[in-house]
């Protein structure tokens, strides 16, 4: 204030309610005060979808809807996967989406037991556990991928050979309410076909 300076807050998860199941649950709901601050005295509030908007309408009346967008310089347009057999299945995410992961896992073991050689299903990131049931594959990630976005997406374009579904499950919950189609975004960027929960975020 003493500067003449504008304070503009970008909010992307309600991080003024984490649930106490989540992952990130010790470290994330101590911060709400400050969240809440920074809510307060903010010249302008950005969040990312109308659902976010929404649960902070008591507070931000005023918050502006910036939806989230890839951008597009970098993610160079796909060729077709290298080969077509077998099936290249990609489930990915942060590791704080393992109660969605578990929404679809006992049909993942079941696509593996039935089809066996002719798909390959590929977990990155998602969940923390290191048990995953047979024939799911956790790929592990460089360096470069983990330290930033364009990364991340430069070592997910290089992966040989590519994939072929990509699935995005995500529990109907109040704070899953909040977030963002970010992840069908990056599949269709990839030139996959998307295979997503029946919720409101990804209609």
Same mark, same amino acid.
């Given at each position: 204030r003493h500067t003449g300076a504008r304070l503009v807050y970008d909010l992307d998860d309600d991080l003024l309610d984490i #649930?106490?199941?989540? #992952?990130?649950?010790?470290?994330?709901? %101590? /911060? &709400?005060?400050?969240?809440?601050?920074?809510?307060?005295? &903010?010249?302008?509030?950005?969040?990312?979808?109308?659902?976010?908007?929404?649960?902070?309408?008591?507070? /931000?009346?005023?918050?502006?809807?910036? !939806?989230? $967008?890839?951008? +597009?310089?970098?993610?160079? *347009?796909? $060729?077709?996967?290298? !080969?077509?057999?077998?099936?290249?299945?990609?489930?990915?995410?942060?590791?704080?989406?393992?109660?969605?992961?578990?929404?679809? +896992?006992?049909?993942l073991v079941r696509l593996k037991a039935e089809y066996d050689h002719r798909i390959n299903i590929n977990i990155v990131g998602?969940?923390?556990?290191?048990?995953? %049931? @047979?024939?799911?594959?956790?790929?592990?990630?460089?360096?470069?991928?983990? /330290?930033?976005? #364009?990364?991340?997406?430069?070592?997910?374009?290089?992966?040989? *050979?590519?994939?072929?579904?990509?699935?995005?499950?995500?529990?109907?919950?109040? @704070?899953?309410?909040s977030k963002s189609a970010i992840k069908a975004m990056d599949y269709a960027a990839l030139g996959l076909a998307v295979l997503?929960?029946?919720?409101?975020?990804? /209609?």
């Amino acid at each position: 204030r003493h500067t003449g300076a504008r304070l503009v807050y970008d909010l992307d998860d309600d991080l003024l309610d984490i #649930p106490r199941g989540h #992952p990130d649950a010790k470290i994330l709901r %101590p /911060r &709400a005060k400050t969240v809440r601050r920074m809510l307060d005295v &903010a010249d302008t509030v950005w969040v990312s979808t109308d659902g976010l908007a929404e649960r902070l309408g008591a507070i /931000r009346p005023d918050a502006v809807v910036l !939806q989230n $967008g890839l951008d +597009e310089r970098i993610w160079i *347009p796909p $060729g077709p996967p290298a !080969q077509d057999h077998p099936v290249r299945i990609l489930c990915m995410g942060t590791a704080t989406h393992g109660d969605d992961f578990a929404l679809i +896992e006992p049909a993942l073991v079941r696509l593996k037991a039935e089809y066996d050689h002719r798909i390959n299903i590929n977990i990155v990131g998602v969940t923390m556990r290191h048990d995953l %049931p @047979f024939g799911l594959d956790r790929i592990g990630m460089g360096p470069s991928a983990t /330290r930033s976005y #364009p990364g991340f997406v430069n070592w997910l374009r290089g992966v040989e *050979p590519g994939w072929h579904i990509g699935l995005a499950p995500l529990l109907d919950t109040p @704070f899953n309410r909040s977030k963002s189609a970010i992840k069908a975004m990056d599949y269709a960027a990839l030139g996959l076909a998307v295979l997503a929960s029946d919720t409101p975020v990804y /209609r």
